[in-house]
């Protein structure tokens, strides 16, 4: 069973920044894609980002790509989101999750095994 704890998020001015961590624990997510979904209210879950379980390989959406990086650090079980020039449309709740199925790069909501409890970012105009 993996758990992971988002961290990182608050309310930040449009063009502002913010870093987001995903904390794993209860196993190694070193043979596991990670993943950045996001969720505005109302709206469905979004794909942000995945990287793949080496770290070499990143899939970044249209609407972040030049903005956000995803990042992971293997050694110490935890997968990043750094997020620039942030626009008041990136306002949600935002989750890490991890796929042990794939080894590249993942998606689809579907894809995803496990889920954190989310970390809100605001950004005010």
């Known amino acids: 069973q993996v758990q992971l704890a988002e961290s990182g998020g608050g309310l930040v001015q449009t063009r502002g920044s913010l870093r987001l961590s995903c904390a794993a624990s209860?196993?190694?997510?070193?043979?596991?894609?990670m993943g950045w979904f996001r969720q505005a209210p109302g709206k469905e879950r979004e794909f942000v980002a995945s990287?793949?379980?080496?770290?070499?390989?990143?899939l970044h959406a249209d609407s972040v790509k030049g903005r956000f990086t995803i990042s992971r650090d293997n050694a110490k079980n935890t997968v990043y989101l750094q997020m620039n020039s942030l626009k008041p449309e990136d306002t949600a709740v935002y989750y890490c999750?991890?796929?042990?199925?794939?080894?590249?790069?993942?998606?689809?909501?579907?894809?995803?095994?496990?889920w954190g409890q989310g970390t809100q970012v605001t950004v005010s105009s």
């Open positions: 999750a991890a796929d042990r199925a794939h080894y590249s790069a993942a998606v689809k909501v579907s894809d995803y095994d496990y």
């Open positions: 990287i793949s379980r080496s770290g070499g390989t990143t």
């Open positions: 209860g196993r190694s997510v070193t043979n596991y894609v």
